[in-house]
């Protein structure tokens, strides 16, 4: 059963996400948005056509921190997400960033051919990150759970050895197999970073973490297991020792049948699920009482209607036994009605 809450829970600053990634089920489930800090509303367009590009919004504390809040003035979300980029930690490692226009990042030198130990680490690079932690932890109502973020060690490896994203993750898979050395090397370094990156937000003021792996899906099973298991759990064991009350979200995309696995030897605290996993398979096959977050498809909330109904319905019947967050497969897509959104508020929230 859901747990019952005294009248003035939210007046003592009752956080129901965080209870949720503490192993509590709730009625209706909490919920945030992937990327719900961005280009699909027009706020955020608004302040970025006057600041810059995403970098300078990302490395401005001022804005940075509005934009972790517009959403927030729009819908009532359960949770707030730094509004940053997984690739400020190889910039931090020393590697030059870019964005371009309708092309992405860019990163060099590319590790395809320079050597990790090459990089000069400039870790004042975070400072802001942290500084807009702690702005936003300012300005959120008690109730509303903080999450910082990081990529996680594999997804991060791979745009920084072919310099950019790239099909299929080849060049960093194939460096797995002609020099797994050297990519050790590399996952190893951006590990330890990880560590001291997620532990700076938690010390700004973050409530919860989650660990973004959007290229776990293209790896063998042999490779998944040494470059994204591995990797994931040394982290959530160095954080542990940390921050031993702050929970860990996993977010291995694309892993599927794997996620078991993920789930069983990592030692995160709750399995973010792609729009590709079936939420009824997850109930039944991921450890009873593991906290889920998922999985509505990013597409049907851009079509919305019947079809998005029908969809929030599978999703919190198949997972309403256990501890779940409502959440996108993936990240919301700049073409998203602000109307969609609002329906699925109204869906999951009743």
């Known amino acids: 059963m859901a747990s019952a809450l005294p009248d003035n829970a939210h007046d003592r600053g009752d956080k129901p996400l965080l209870a949720v990634l503490k192993g509590e089920r709730r009625d209706p489930p909490p919920m945030w948005l992937m990327r719900q800090a961005g280009r699909y509303l027009p706020e955020y367009r608004e302040l970025r056509a006057t ?3 995403f970098l300078e919004l990302a490395y401005d504390p001022a804005s940075a921190a509005e934009i972790t809040l517009q959403p927030l003035r729009r819908f009532p979300f359960d949770g707030a997400i730094l509004f940053s980029d997984i690739l400020v930690v190889p910039h931090a490692m020393g590697m030059d960033l870019s964005f371009t226009a309708g ?3 860019r990163l060099a030198p590319r590790l395809a051919e320079a050597n990790v130990d090459d990089l000069r680490p400039a870790m004042e690079r975070l400072d802001p990150i942290y500084e807009t932690v702690r702005r936003v932890k300012a300005e959120l109502k008690p109730e509303t759970t903080f999450l910082g973020f990081a990529g996680s060690p594999w997804t991060v490896a791979t745009y920084m050895i ?3 994203g790239s099909r299929e993750q080849a060049e960093a898979r194939q460096l797995g197999y002609a020099d797994p050395g050297k990519l050790d090397s590399i996952l190893d370094r951006v590990a330890e970073i990880t560590v001291d990156y997620l532990s700076g937000q938690i010390e700004a003021g973050v409530d919860a973490v989650q660990l973004f792996d959007s290229w776990a899906g293209s790896l063998s099973p042999a490779q998944f297991e040494r470059f994204v298991i591995a990797r994931t759990a040394w982290i959530v064991g160095k ?9 860990i979200i996993g977010f291995p995309k694309g892993a599927g049948g794997k996620l078991c696995a993920y789930a069983a030897e990592t030692g995160v605290d709750a399995i973010g699920l792609d729009e590709t996993v079936d939420p009824a398979w997850a109930a039944r096959e991921l450890p009873a009482g593991l906290p889920v ?3 509505l498809d990013p597409l049907a909330l851009i079509a919305g209607g019947a079809e998005l109904e029908s969809s929030v319905r599978r999703i919190l019947d198949a997972l309403g036994d256990r501890p779940h967050i409502f959440n996108l497969g993936h990240g919301i897509q700049q073409t998203t009605p602000i109307a969609h959104v609002e329906q699925l508020v109204a869906l999951v929230k009743g």
């Open 239 to 247: 954080l542990r020792q940390r921050h031993p009350d702050t929970p």
């Open 51 to 53: 600041k810059g590009g």
């Open 162 to 164: 072919a310099g950019q």
């Open 103 to 105: 092309e992405g990042p």
């Open 293 to 295: 977050q998922g999985n």
